[in-house]
T-cell receptor, first 113, second 111 residues
Framework: DTGVSQNPRHKITKRGQNVTFRCDPI?????LYWYRQTLGQGPEFLTY????????KSRLLSDRFSAERPKGSFSTLEIQRTEQGDSAMYLC???????????FGPGTRLTVL | KNEVEQSPQNLTAQEGEFITINCSYS?????LHWLQQHPGGGIVSLFM???GKKKHGRLIATINIQEKHSSLHITASHPRDSAVYIC?????????????FGTGTLLAVQP
């Protein structure tokens, strides 16, 4: 257990539904990252928060995806109108300082039917 | 071409063998990470390197900045070392500290 928690751990949804995932960071970590990992691949960067500010978004993050970190603590990632191609593991990682390692949560595995 | 490449993609070893996993990257970096991922998804950071060599137990990580290459070594391998090992880099000049990942090396250590 790294101290980073993610909920739910698994989500099965039908195509076209909206889903929301939550990440709770280690309390003193002000940097938060979302990554997506598909089967057999390494994770890919989606978006980055420093405190409550979303400072970078990947072009992988289409307009169906939105992420928030309203009080600089927990973060949510919402996917609207899910597609089968959204099926993946969604990973959250947090970091205290720029030069530190990143601590990963257990991930949320999304399956879109 | 991926910016971070790992080899081999798959590796099967017998218990006790010395294992080497390699990682090459294309441009200047500020740090390189070696990560371990077990079935079910959880990722654990093993090492973060910007130069030289680090050792933790049976694991050794080295990096050659000039050659843009890093290796992860496992001595006296054990079946519990079976996992996916992922190399990830933080490139110089990025506005954030996002990591760019290799595709991973699936290691199976047989008893």
């Amino acid at each position: 257990d790294t101290g980073v928690s993610q909920n739910p751990r698994h989500k099965i949804t039908k195509r076209g539904q909206n889903v929301t995932f939550r990440c709770d960071p280690i309390s003193e970590h002000n940097r938060l990252y979302w990554y997506r990992q598909t089967l057999g691949q390494g994770p890919e960067f989606l978006t980055y928060f420093q405190n409550e500010a979303q400072l970078e978004k990947s072009r992988l993050l289409s307009d169906r995806f939105s992420a928030e970190r309203p009080k600089g603590s927990f973060s949510t990632l919402e996917i609207q109108r899910t597609e089968q191609g959204d099926s993946a593991m969604y990973l959250c990682a947090t970091q205290e300082r720029a030069e530190d390692t990143q601590y990963f949560g257990p991930g949320t595995r999304l399956t879109v039917l | 071409k991926n910016e971070v490449e790992q080899s081999p993609q798959n590796l099967t070893a017998q218990e006790g063998e010395f294992i080497t996993i390699n990682c090459s990257y294309s441009v200047g970096i500020s740090a390189l990470h070696w990560l371990q991922q077990h079935p079910g998804g959880g990722i654990v950071s093993l090492f973060m390197l910007s130069s030289g060599k680090k050792k933790h137990g049976r694991l050794i990580a080295t990096i050659n900045i000039q050659e843009k290459h890093s290796s992860l070594h496992i001595t006296a391998s054990h079946p519990r070392d079976s996992a996916v090992y992922i190399c990830a880099v933080r490139f110089n000049g990025g506005a954030t500290n996002k990591l760019i990942f290799g595709t991973g090396t699936l290691l199976a250590v047989q008893p």
